[in-house]
């Protein structure tokens, strides 16, 4: 059990911060809704990714924001044990409307609370929740917290290579990724985020193998000379590959400060479907 903090850091089910970060840092977490049309359920707390794909070829669920009650029952709970100050960390304003919610609930929530728009999605959003959470432990105040983390935010990506963009399609969730989409038989796209945190192809591949490799070219261009890195692995019920990847990362990276893994949230898997592989890097050079 980690020492009490100044500042509690609150994070969004879709950040994918692993299950036993969370844990053993004492996160505070708040979970998209995953709607199907005869039940509500809440990401990562009542449905698993392992649910949501096996169903995907009967319905497609519609993905949505936490609900503002959520999200006040957090900055409550957050309040009840005894902080004042928190940092609450979301996936892109681009992606999701989850950033405004939170910063409604935060200006009335009666606790001194910065809500940081990362830009980005899954890992790529959960480092920074990582790092605040790090930066908070060593007694850092918010606003010094704040400043460093939206410093690493602009240097953290994420590549995911996903088998097909039919979810992404249906979901609505596709951005400048859509011209691919159906273009070339065996096309293998892998997206990212830009700047504005929208989705957009960074490069497209014939076969899942030169998919994979092409996935790791980017990793390594991505963290180029630096000295301080973290890397991410994150699959949707594609462990096997998850873990080759992953071994590869240690192989190619011997410098790499820590590689964390995971699956991708139940509620990023229904725009993604199976198969994804995602490698997140955060470079932490000054």
């Not at 995907?56 to 957050?78: C, M, N, R, W, Y």
């Amino acid at each position: 059990m980690t020492q009490k903090t100044n500042v509690a850091i609150l994070v969004d089910s879709c950040s994918d911060v692993p299950e036993e970060f969370i844990k053993a840092h004492h996160l505070f977490m708040v979970p998209m809704t995953i709607t199907y049309h005869d039940k509500i359920y809440l990401d990562k707390v009542t449905i698993t990714p392992e649910e949501v794909y096996a169903n995907l070829d009967q319905e497609v669920p519609k993905t949505a924001s936490p609900t503002g009650d959520l999200i006040s029952k957090a900055f409550a709970t957050i309040k009840a044990e005894g902080y004042t100050d928190v940092i609450a960390i979301c996936i892109s304003s681009g992606l999701s409307g989850t950033f405004q919610q939170v910063q409604l609930a935060a200006r009335v929530s009666g606790l001194e609370a910065s809500v940081i728009d990362t830009k980005n999605i899954g890992i790529a959003s959960g480092f920074s929740a990582i790092l605040a959470t790090q930066l908070s432990e060593e007694g850092l105040q918010r606003g010094e917290i704040v400043a460093r983390v939206q410093t690493v935010a602009k240097r953290t990506k994420v590549f995911f290579y996903v088998p097909t963009l039919t979810y992404l399609q249906k979901g609505g969730r596709i951005g400048r990724v859509a011209g691919m989409a159906g273009a070339l038989l065996n096309i293998k796209p892998i997206i990212s985020c830009d700047d504005n945190g929208i989705y957009y192809p960074v490069a497209k591949v014939r076969g899942e193998k030169k998919a994979l490799q092409k996935l790791l070219q980017l990793v390594k261009q991505q963290v180029g000379v630096a000295q301080q890195f973290n890397l991410a692995v994150a699959d949707g019920a594609n462990s096997k590959i998850a873990a080759q990847i992953k071994q590869q990362l240690e192989t190619e990276h011997p410098k790499v400060g820590k590689i964390y893994s995971g699956n991708v949230s139940p509620a990023l898997g229904v725009h993604t479907g199976p198969g994804l592989i995602g490698v997140g890097i955060q470079i932490l050079d000054d």
